[in-house]
């Protein structure tokens, strides 16, 4: 009888030992901002990854790959363009990664800086970024869209020539096209490009601006011609949009519904639509349109096609 009493002595202090125990487990932290590296041709690159706060709950999530201007950083344009407020709004991944050299810039063909003079693949390394994230993270890889600003919107525009089995649209800001081979993509990309009149550093009417890059910028309306050809457009351009504030033009009935947008306006320069300045002294942004909005409008429209290239 005492040892039967004292097993159950036993096993009840077990059971309440435990118990307790596991309450006072503290729980899994769910994580949501992130600063990360990759290895990629022996550089160890740098990035600030976004979840929207219904990352745990939810999946098939789309991501947007957030490009920084020539001597920006992912973390500067997280807080000037704002699109991390976007992105925790509606529920969409961001990730902001960071060009090369001490002032971090991309190779998007003739531009910029040292990115360019040492020769960096920034293609290869936004495409490792996307096969990582969509690996590790609850990413729809048919839903993988890049946007970026001034030499990161140029550097949208070599993604969309070179890499369009793994981006689904771009958006562009502030930027031109500036790759050195001829633009060939296996499919049509949609583009909505984003520009004010009042730019100075990468001019819409082409030339070389008064920015640092010193590159020459070809103008707006010969990256269209090309975009326009690529994506087997039917109809001309026509102005959809005309007002006080900007300008959209569009190019409609194109294949596989790849139109091309073309927003212009009359205020800001060469800065983040509805956003911050980029610096202490850029330029203060436009207020006529808003870019993240305009943007997460135009790609819910588009993905990736079930085949590969």
Known sequence: MKNRTFIITLLISATIFFSCKQENNPPVK???HFSETINVDGRQRTYVLNLPPNYYESSGFSLVVALHGGGGSGTQFENSSKLTEKANATGFIVVYPDGTGVIKTWNAGTCCGSAVTNNVNDVHFISSLIDQLTTRYKI???KVYATGHSNGGMMCYRLACELPNKIAAIAPNASTMVVTQPCNPARPVPILHMHSKLDQHVVYTGGYGNGVSGVYCPPLDSVFNVWSINNNCVNPSQVTISNNSYTLTKWLNCSNNADINFYLTNDGGHGWPGGLPGSANGDIPSTA???????????????LPSLSY
């Open 30 to 32: 769910k994580e949501y």
């Open 289 to 303: 349109i808003n870019a993240n909005d305009l943007l997460w409008s135009f790609f819910q429209q588009y993905q």
């Open 140 to 142: 729809n890889p048919k």
